[in-house]
Structure formats: C-alpha cells, structure tokens
C-alpha cells in the first residue's frame, strides 16, 4: 500500500513553545490529509481535514489558531501546535487519501507529544 | 447523531478463534472499515466491506450487514501478536470517517 511518513515519532517540549508536525506521501500524492489526535484508551478524534491549496477544515471545538494546519503541496502537510501547554500532550496521528472519495485511508506512524 | 459501538475489551486464547462485533448508526454509508492498532501505534488497515456478505483474507474474516447495521470481524487461530486494539470505521455519505471506540484484544497463552 501508500506509504505515509510522519514526522517526528515523538517530541517533548517546553509550555509556551511552539513544535511542527509534518505528514508526507511518499509515493502518492494525497488531496486531502487528515490529522487525528488520540487520549489513551480512546479512540481517533478528528481535529481537521485539509485539501491541498486550501483552508483546512477544522471539526467544532477545535482551536484552528492553536492549531495550524498547512497543506501547501499534494505530498506535505503540517500540523503546528501554537503555544503547547501540558493538556495538549496527546498522540498525533495523520493519514491522507489519494481522494476525497477514495475509500482507503493511510496512516503516518504517529507524533507521541509531551508538553511539560 | 452519528455512533459505532463496539465492545471495550475481549479476551482469548491463542489458538482460538474470536468475533469482535460493530454496530453502527450513521448519516449515510459509504463503505465501513476495520483497523488495528497496537499501543503506541498509528492504525494499520485489515479490511475493507461495501457490500453485504463475508470477506475473508488470511486469518482474518469481516461480515457485513446494511440492513442491521452491523459488523463483525473475525480473527482465527489467534496469536500473541493480535493483541491489540481494533477499531471500527464507517464512512459517511460526506466521505468522512466516524470512528468507533476500539476493541482491545487480550490474548492469553
């Protein structure tokens, strides 16, 4: 199947700063990525959707300058956490699809963030 | 609204077979999904049902029925390493995926 990249696998950073999620196709070039976040013990939680060249769609309640979403090329996407405090510590996790109407989703490995 | 529901945790025995059930209410349908993931992990796609019926690839087997609304998949001569959570996913009449709690999987020797 596609291959997804994430990057980093994990990072810890200090309250106030800032830290950059990037979600590459590596062999395919994705329309629409998506970025998830994931408590322990629970399920996916859609935050957004962005589509190449656009805004990014963000689901209710979340905090679309806290978190910035780029989707500049048909291959990278960026997920910047503004201001990290502790609650925002979770597991980041994008996928993309070669369509919005394609069917299959892949995944990157996933961004374990810790905020102390 | 939207829901998947599906069981918190299960338990087995390698070697044996097990069912982890999926029943969904959603705005549409467009196809539902099956994912595991281990701890730590990004999801990884098992499998894929459209349309009613069994699919079965390798040891892994997922049923579908529109009319219930419902799913099951099917893991056979279970190993240490199906431990895991799976998850159930229904895409929508928007495309969208509504994920479902997870499934953890306890496999004992």
């Known amino acids: 199947g596609a291959v997804v990249s994430q990057h980093p696998s994990w990072v810890i950073c200090k309250s106030g700063t800032s830290v950059k999620i990037e979600c590459r196709s590596l062999?395919?070039?994705?329309?629409?990525m998506f970025w998830y976040r994931q408590f322990p013990k629970q399920s996916l939680m859609l935050m957004a959707t962005?589509?190449?060249?656009?805004?990014?769609?963000?689901e209710q309640g979340v905090e679309k300058d806290k978190f910035l979403i780029n989707h500049a090329s048909l291959t990278l996407s960026t997920l910047t956490v503004t201001s990290a405090h502790p609650e925002d510590s979770s597991f980041y996790i994008c996928?993309?699809?070669?369509?919005?109407?394609?069917?299959?989703?892949?995944f990157g490995q996933g961004t374990r963030l810790t905020v102390v | 609204g939207q829901n998947i529901d599906q069981p918190t945790e299960m338990t087995a025995t390698e070697g044996a077979i097990v069912q982890i059930n999926c029943t969904y209410q959603?705005?549409?349908?467009?196809?539902l999904f099956w994912y595991q993931q281990h701890a730590g992990e990004a999801p990884t796609f098992l499998s894929y049902?459209?349309l009613d019926g069994l699919e079965e690839k390798g040891r892994f087997s997922s049923f579908l029925s529109r009319s219930k609304g419902y799913s099951y998949l099917l893991l056979k001569e279970l190993q240490m390493k199906d431990s895991a959570s799976y998850l159930c996913?229904?895409?929508?009449?928007?495309?969208?995926?509504?994920w479902g709690a997870g499934t953890k999987l306890i496999i004992k020797p």
């Open positions: 996928s993309a699809r070669t369509g919005a109407l394609d069917t299959e989703a892949f």
């Open positions: 062999d395919f070039q994705a329309t629409t």
């Open positions: 962005s589509n190449e060249g656009s805004k990014a769609t963000y």
């Open positions: 959603t705005s549409g349908f467009n196809g």
């Open positions: 049902n459209v």
């Open positions: 996913a229904v895409m929508d009449s928007n495309y969208q995926l509504i």
